[in-house]
């Protein structure tokens, strides 16, 4: 069955700290991936996608994911945190191809710590 | 321009009796989406219209659940006999057709009680 999964329920980081945030997928192909971010009372905003091509993106707001195929992660990462992106993290993917819907794992709580 | 907008932002139901959910998509995108969001969970697909036809209402739960799209605009979801279960963010997308970027709205806070 397809999945999507991100490992790390909560994490607590330091303002100006790095931020690795984890995503596993299992999907028979690459699917196209996605990171979403959620803060409290906003809609889901997209950060940045991944479809083929260079395996590192860039998004919003200074943040990258790599797409690593061999171990089906695609990691969302930042150089140095700030207040403003404490949030719940989603990784996401379309296994489909066709645009027609995207399945979510259960996210990651960021709380940042001044 | 304005992005996807959703009413009630809240609705509180009794369990029994029959809900409305409004989406209205970005204009011009005729592909729409309906999500739903479980405390403590990601957004689990519902069901999927591109135009006025739904094409894809795998994730639709049971046949309680039904959504419609007359114009290929406005969406409703439909909910008859909530359950207490049935308590949730309801999302809204939408994207241009063919896109796989999808903007997502604010959502609508179901609580059946």
């Known amino acids: 069955a ?7 329920i909560h994490i607590t980081v330091s303002e100006g700290a790095s931020l690795e945030l ?10 196209y991936l996605f990171w979403y971010v959620q803060s409290p009372g906003q809609g889901l ?23 690593k195929r061999s171990q089906s992660s695609f990691n969302l990462r930042k150089p140095s945190v700030h207040w403003s992106d404490a949030a719940e993290y989603f990784c996401a993917v379309d296994g489909t191809g066709t645009a027609s819907k995207l399945t979510f794992g259960t996210g990651t709580r960021l709380q940042v710590t001044l | 321009g304005a992005g996807v907008s959703q009413t009630p932002s809240n609705k509180v139901t009794e369990k029994g009796k029959y809900v409305e959910l409004r989406c209205d998509p970005i204009s011009g ?19 999927y219209f591109q135009g006025t036809g739904a094409a894809d209402d795998s994730g639709l739960p049971n046949d309680r659940f039904f959504a419609v799209r007359p114009e290929g605009s406005v969406s409703t979801l ?22 796989y970027e999808q903007y997502f709205g604010p959502g609508t806070r179901l609580t059946v009680t």
Do not use: M
Request: neutral net charge.
């Open chain 1, 45 to 67: 905003q997209l950060l940045l996608k991944y479809f083929s091509g260079d395996t590192l993106v860039q998004g919003i707001k200074g943040f990258e994911a790599e797409f």
């Open chain 1, 22 to 31: 984890r995503c596993n997928y299992s999907y028979g192909a690459t699917p």
């Open chain 1, 2 to 8: 397809q999945s999507v999964t991100q490992p790390d």
């Open chain 2, 78 to 99: 439909k909910i008859q006999r909530t359950e207490r279960g049935d308590s949730a963010v309801y999302l809204c997308a939408s994207s241009v057709q063919g896109s």
């Open chain 2, 29 to 47: 995108h005729t592909a729409l989406y309906w999500y739903r969001q479980s405390l403590g969970q990601g957004p689990e697909f519902l069901i």
